[in-house]
Structure formats: structure tokens, C-alpha cells
């Protein structure tokens, strides 16, 4: 069976979010999915597909990068983790100093969009680091 075989449901989900620069490679034996979405909503269906066959989301041949494009400065987001707190970090890095935590449902402000993955926040109490931007919605 094919990577896109595996996760075509995955694929679907992109494909029916109506991402922007879509890409679906494989490569080296893991499936790559690249595109930029218009809302969080969007980057959402295509996680949440991933999660219907992966619950724990640890499979390590398909690498999904979604981005929510044109997001402000100054946006505000909402914390959308399952049950735990949202870690902040010192730098764009799981390997970085947790510096403070956002619970779930709580409000951040966007300071910028370092990248497609990590996102520069700051919380209501002036707590300012960069947390995984799959567990934002704006």
C-alpha cells in the first residue's frame, strides 16, 4: 500500500479545504503535505483527518505543513489543546526552556508568525514565547 493509499483521507481533507499551494509528495518513504489554508478551520480538517487514523499524532511517515496564511499581528487566538496546558518556549523548539503555560480555551495575542510550526504569543499576564501553532485557532 502506498503512502497516499494510507492516508488518502488525509489527502481528501486538504484537497476539500481548498488549500492554496497544495503539494502531496512522497519521498524517502514519508508522504508530504504542503499548502497554505485561509483559516484555522481549514488547517484543523486537515489535522483532525490525521488524528482519526493516528490519534496519538506519531506516525512518522507523513509530515503535514499547513499554514494559516495572513494572520495580523495583534490576533487573537484561542488555545486548542485536548486536555492539557499549552507549553510557551524560550525559541521556535521543543528542546527549548518552557517559559510559561496557556491553558486550554485561554485567549493569547499573536506577536508574529515565526514560522509555519511556532508561533510567537503572548498571554493575558504578559507571559511572551513561542508555542506550536496546531494548538492555536484563530
Keep these: 500500500m502506498s503512502l497516499q493509499d494510507k492516508y488518502a483521507s488525509v489527502v481528501s481533507a486538504a ?10 509528495q512522497e519521498q524517502d518513504g514519508v508522504l508530504y503535505i504542503t ?5 484555522s478551520a481549514s488547517k484543523d480538517a486537515v489535522w483532525n483527518a490525521l488524528g482519526a487514523i493516528d490519534s ?3 506516525a512518522t511517515d507523513i ?11 495583534g490576533t487573537s487566538l484561542t488555545v486548542a ?16 526552556a518552557v ?16 514560522s ?6 503572548k498571554t493575558k499576564d ?4 513561542y508555542a506550536y501553532s496546531r494548538y492555536l485557532k484563530a
Design 116 to 121: 509555519d510550526d511556532w508561533w510567537k504569543i
Design 35 to 39: 499548502g497554505k489554508a485561509s483559516n
Design 63 to 73: 509530515n503535514i505543513d499547513v499554514q494559516v496564511s495572513g494572520l495580523e499581528a
Design 56 to 58: 496519538s499524532y506519531t
Design 99 to 114: 517559559v510559561g503555560k496557556a491553558a486550554k480555551g485561554e485567549v493569547v495575542t499573536l506577536v508574529e508568525q515565526s
Design 15 to 24: 484537497q476539500s479545504a481548498g488549500l492554496s499551494d497544495l503539494s502531496v
Design 81 to 96: 489543546t485536548e486536555d492539557s496546558n499549552l507549553n510557551i518556549r524560550q525559541a521556535p523548539s521543543t528542546e527549548a
Design 126 to 129: 504578559g507571559e511572551e514565547g
